[in-house]
């Protein structure tokens, strides 16, 4: 919440996911409280998603930044192959994958078929994809969008063969924690 936002309230519902809820008016009266909670009991309540404000340069340097707002028009470009690389800033694996994500962004970047993308999925919520551990890597695929789960090695090589299709992706790779990814802040 901001400043601006407090006082105030959120409906928050626990179930898998955990999402929170927003009434329209920052004004806490008996009437407003009422009508946001019937609007959450209608399903007529919008899910609140954090995002970040949309850097102006977001598609200046070869790996775009995505935000909440920008997601779905970029990753789900059906002229494109988007992979997204889901980070948080403190975690030691994106750190360690960020060289070599900006090398494949590098490489990939006057290929108009693929585009290489990074969200900080800490401070930008997005209601269809929700993020387990970190770094998590994400293939949106041209034409039909299918998202497909990158879980091979993190080296420019296996990356490249990737997007490339040199390699297929199977659901029987190692597990996630054994690549040594760390659980996003929701699974600690």
Known sequence: MTKEEVPGLRIIKLEEDMAKYKPDSYDITEENLRNAVDSFLDGKLKQ??????????????????????????????????VLVEFYAPWCGHCKQLAPIYDQLAEKFQENSEILIAKMDATVNEL???????????????????????????????????????????????????EEGDVPAKDEL
Not at 51 to 71: A, G, M, R, Y
């Open 48 to 81: 609140h998603l954090l995002s970040q404000d949309l850097p102006e340069d977001w598609d200046k340097n070869p790996v775009k930044v995505l935000v909440s707002t920008n997601f779905d028009e970029v990753a789900y470009d059906k002229s494109k192959d």
């Open 127 to 177: 209601e269809h994809t929700k993020i387990q551990s970190f770094p998590t890597l994400k293939l949106y695929k041209k034409g039909d969008n299918e998202v497909v789960d990158y879980n091979g090695a993190r080296t420019l090589d296996a990356l490249s063969d990737f997007l490339e299709g040199k390699v297929e992706e199977t659901q029987e790779e190692e597990e996630v924690d």
